[in-house]
């Protein structure tokens, strides 16, 4: 159903940009071209892409009809988040789901288990993550070989991992890590102080620079007037 509101929104849009650039009205005019793909850019940006919340009921249907068979379904993460040694079923859900400002907009869903707690994951799109599984599957393998080595389980040596699950080829779950500040984070920061410290930069330099000129007009100003006095 959702496949065909977009296809019914989006279908007159599309319908207009194919039509102006096959059969445009002026071949040396192509501002109207132009304007029907604006138009297209413009709902995309604002309509589709501006929401911040959607409801689960609106993207997964499917998973608000379940019933109390859901429980049978096991929650994805490591044993580091799972406070019990079994597993975790699915309870129930958040209907608030939170759209990500990032290149792909993945969407942060949050699932409540059996045990009471509330658990979130990302869902993540036109990404295959199962590389990013076998990479949390081999962090797990060295945990398992941390424990038995003596030396490293009294100093309780253990890689940090979290639960990846690849719904398909390009689609999956990521199980949320809280507490944690994304590397992107820590690079715009790093990018506005330096912007910041070559914008400082700059300013002292043309400070510099307009000293310096100053001096040299006042020198100048003062040889000028040394030159005018009448010898003796």
Known sequence: PHENAVRSA??????DVLS?????????KPAH??????????????????RQYYKMSELSPTLCRLTASARDITLPMTSQTRATANAVGLAGYDERVAVLRTKTRPKKISLIGTDGKCHAYLLKGKEDLHLDQRIMQLLELVNRLLLHDKTSAARRLRARHY????????????????????????????????????????????????????QQQQQQQGHGQADKQPSA
């Open 33 to 50: 071209v132009w304007s029907a793909f604006s138009a297209l850019r413009h709902y995309l940006n604002n309509g589709v892409g501006a």
């Open 163 to 214: 639960a990846v699950v690849p719904l398909s080829a390009n689609s999956g779950l990521i199980e949320w890590v809280g507490g944690a500040t994304p590397l992107f984070t820590i690079y715009k920061r790093w990018q506005k102080l330096n912007t910041q410290r070559i914008a400082m930069q700059m300013q002292a330099n043309q400070q510099q620079q307009q000293q310096q000129q100053q």
């Open 20 to 28: 102006s650039i096959i059969d445009p009205l002026d071949v040396m």
């Open 10 to 15: 989006l279908k007159p849009l599309v319908q």
